[in-house]
C-alpha cells in the first residue's frame, strides 16, 4: 500500500508489527491529538525515517510499547516535542545505540514520570543537545545504564534538577570530560545511594556552578578520582556535607585555588583516611568556615601544600585532632592570613575551646613559624604531646601570650634547646601548676626575654 504525507489517518490500527516504514516523509504531517495509547510499535523498523519538522506537540505516548524498536539511524533533527507528554512511558529495554540527537530540541519536555529503567544509552551521541528548561521532576533513573556515555559538549546550563531521584543510579564508566555544568541548578537534588565509583571527572567544567541546598548525605565516593577536577569559582556555600564519607577518596593533584568554601557546614564530617596528598590549597579561602566537631583522626596530610592558605576567621570550636598524622608535613611558608611551618600567619586565628589533648606533634617541624598576634587564650592544651616536637629555629618573637592559662600542662622531656624565645611578652602569663621537670633548657635564647609583671618575680611570690 502507498502511504503519503498528506494522507488522513482518522484511525490508527492496533496491530503495525511488520509495517516497512523506511524511507517515508512524515514531514509536514500534523499528528497533533492522535492517540497512540495501547498501540504495539514492537518490530516496527525505523531505520531511514525522516522526523524533521514533524510536530509532536500534545502528543499522548503513554502505554506505548517501544521495546525491541530499533531507532538506529533515525534522524531526529528539528523535531519540535514541547509540550508531548511522555509521562508514564515505559522505555524498558529500548535500544538507543546510533540514534542522533544533535539539534534535537527538548526545552520544555515534560518527563515526570518517565520510567527510564535498564534503558540502554550506550553510544548515544548527545552532542549539541538543547536540554535547556527541561523538567525531569519524579524522573526515575533508578537501574539506567550510562555506561560508555559520551557527554562531551553537552550543555546543561539551565536544567532544572530539583527533585529528581538519582538513588541506585551507577555511574560506573561514565566519561564527564568536556561536560559543561556552568549555571546547573541542583538545589533539592537527591544523591543519596549514588554509585560514582570509576566516575571520570577530569576536565569536567564545574565553573558557576551552585550546589548550595545540595543533599550530599549516604553519598558513596570512594574511589572517585577527582584528579585534574577544576573547582575553581565552585560555590560551595550552603552546601551540606554533614554525615558525607569521605574515606578513601583520593584528593591528589586537585586544585583547590579560588574555592569560596565561606559558610561551609563541616560538622559531622568524616575524614579519616583521606588522602590529601598532593592537594594543591594555595589562596583557599577559608574564613568563616566551621570545623567544630569535624573528625580529622588518620588524616594523611603528607605532602599537603599549604602554601598561601588563609585561615583568617577559622573557627576551629571543639574540632577534634586526635590521632591526627602530621608526620613529615610540609607546611613551609604557609600564610593565614585569611608540619615546617616556616612562616606561618595564625593571626586572627581562633583556637578558643579547642581541644589539642592526645594530640601527637612528634616530628612536627615548626621552623620558622610567625605566631605573632596569636590569640591562644582558653586553649586547652593539656595532655598534649609535645615529645620529641622539634622546635629548634621555631620565632615565638613579638608572641603575645598574656592571659593564656597553661595550668596542668606537662612539658617533661620537651625539648627546647636552640629555641628563639626573644621578645616574647609573658605577661599576666598563669603558670600556675605548670609541670616543667625534666624540661630540657640548653642553649635556649632567653635573650631580651619579657618577664615584666611576672608573678613569679615579685616578692610575694
Known amino acids: 500500500m502507498m502511504i503519503t504525507s498528506d494522507l488522513y489517518v482518522p484511525v490508527v490500527p492496533a496491530y503495525l508489527r511488520e509495517l516497512d516504514l523506511r524511507g517515508l516523509d512524515l514531514r509536514e504531517l500534523d499528528l497533533r491529538e492522535l492517540d497512540l495509547r495501547e498501540l504495539d510499535l514492537r518490530g516496527l523498523d525505523l531505520r531511514e525515517l525522516d522526523l524533521r519538522g514533524l510536530d509532536l506537540r500534545g502528543l499522548d505516548l503513554r502505554e506505548l510499547d517501544l521495546r525491541e524498536l530499533d531507532l538506529r539511524e533515525l534522524d531526529l533533527r528539528g523535531l519540535d516535542l514541547r509540550e508531548v507528554d511522555l509521562r508514564e512511558l515505559d522505555l524498558r529495554e529500548l535500544d538507543l545505540r546510533g540514534l542522533d540527537l544533535r539539534e534535537l530540541d527538548l526545552r520544555e519536555l515534560d518527563l515526570r514520570g518517565l520510567d527510564l529503567r535498564a534503558l540502554d544509552l550506550r553510544e548515544l551521541d548527545l552532542r549539541e543537545l538543547d536540554l535547556r528548561g527541561l523538567d525531569l521532576r519524579g524522573l526515575d533513573l533508578r537501574e539506567l545504564d550510562l555506561r560508555e556515555l559520551d557527554l562531551r559538549g553537552l550543555d546543561l546550563r539551565g536544567l532544572d534538577l530539583r527533585e529528581l531521584d538519582l538513588r541506585e543510579l551507577d555511574l560506573r564508566g561514565l566519561d564527564l570530560r568536556g561536560l559543561d555544568l556552568r549555571g546547573l541548578d541542583l538545589r533539592e537534588l537527591d544523591l543519596r545511594g549514588l554509585d560514582l565509583r570509576e566516575l571520570d571527572l577530569r576536565g569536567l567544567d564545574l565553573r ?8 550530599l548525605r549516604e553519598l558513596d565516593l570512594r574511589e572517585l578520582d577527582l584528579r585534574e577536577l577544576d573547582l575553581r569559582e565552585l560555590d560551595l556555600r550552603g552546601l551540606d556535607l554533614r554525615e558525607l564519607d569521605l574515606r578513601e577518596l583520593d584528593l591528589r593533584g586537585l586544585d583547590l585555588r579560588e574555592l569560596d568554601l565561606r559558610e561551609l557546614d563541616l560538622r559531622e564530617l568524616d575524614l579519616r583516611e583521606l588522602d590529601l596528598r598532593e592537594l594543591d590549597l594555595r589562596e583557599l579561602d577559608l574564613r568563616g568556615l566551621d570545623l567544630r566537631e569535624l573528625d580529622l583522626r588518620g ?21 577534634d585532632l586526635r590521632e591526627l598524622d602530621l608526620r613529615e608535613l610540609d607546611l613551609r611558608e604557609l600564610d593565614l592570613r585569611g ?7 595564625l593571626r586572627e586565628l581562633d583556637l578558643r575551646e579547642l581541644d589539642l589533648r592526645e594530640l601527637d606533634l612528634r616530628e612536627l617541624d615548626l621552623r620558622g613559624l610567625d605566631l605573632r598576634e596569636l590569640d591562644l587564650r582558653e586553649l586547652d592544651l ?10 629548634r629555629e621555631l620565632d615565638l618573637r613579638g608572641l603575645d601570650l598574656r592571659e593564656l592559662d597553661l595550668r596542668e600542662l606537662d612539658l617533661r622531656e620537651l625539648d627546647l634547646r636552640e629555641l628563639d624565645l626573644r621578645e616574647l611578652d609573658l605577661r599576666g602569663l598563669d603558670l600556675r601548676e605548670l609541670d616543667l621537670r625534666e624540661l630540657d633548657l640548653r642553649e635556649l635564647d632567653l635573650r631580651e626575654l619579657d618577664l615584666r609583671g611576672y608573678s613569679f618575680l615579685s616578692a610575694e611570690g
Open 299 to 319: 588524616l594523611d596530610l603528607r605532602e599537603l601544600d599549604l602554601r598561601e592558605l588563609d585561615l583568617r576567621g577559622l573557627d576551629l570550636r571543639e574540632l
Open 382 to 391: 593539656r595532655e598534649l604531646d609535645l615529645r620529641e616536637l622539634d622546635l
Open 339 to 345: 608540619l615546617d611551618l616556616r612562616e606561618l600567619d
Open 208 to 215: 558557576e556552578l551552585d550546589l548550595r541546598g545540595l543533599d
